[in-house]
């Protein structure tokens, strides 16, 4: 941000100048920049929300896993977006939400025996 108030701005880095900064580079309001949405694109789009494994949800974005585990991963984690679940990653209602679309229903239980 510094060096973007120094060429664009008055030289300090103000909530005016972050603000101008953060959209130049496709930073939202939320924090996530455009790997993180495709991230959570490709995962609500084309995987049905989940479970996908790690290997596949980077390819689909063209990012090396490393990348994807190490970087992207734990924000969206902790922004309660993703979830990595013994079978792969999982999108919560809260990235469908965010993205704008409605995830799919929940399948219903098959009736057991005591049903």
């Known amino acids: 941000m510094r060096d973007f108030a120094e060429v664009r701005g008055t030289g300090t880095v103000d909530a005016a100048s972050a603000r101008e900064g953060l959209a130049a ?3 939202d309001d939320l924090g996530l ?8 694109a490709a995962l609500c789009q084309r995987f049905d929300g989940g479970p ?3 290997s596949t949800l980077a390819i689909s974005v063209s990012e090396p896993t490393e990348t994807v585990e190490d970087v992207y991963e734990p924000f969206l984690i902790r922004q309660g977006l993703l979830m990595r679940t013994p079978r792969g990653r999982v999108a919560t209602p809260a990235a469908w939400k965010r993205l704008g679309l409605d995830p799919p229903r929940a399948t219903l239980p098959t009736p057991g025996l005591f049903d």
């Open 33 to 40: 920049d455009k790997v993180d949405r495709a991230l959570l």
């Open 25 to 27: 580079f496709g930073v």
């Open 52 to 54: 996908v494994g790690l």
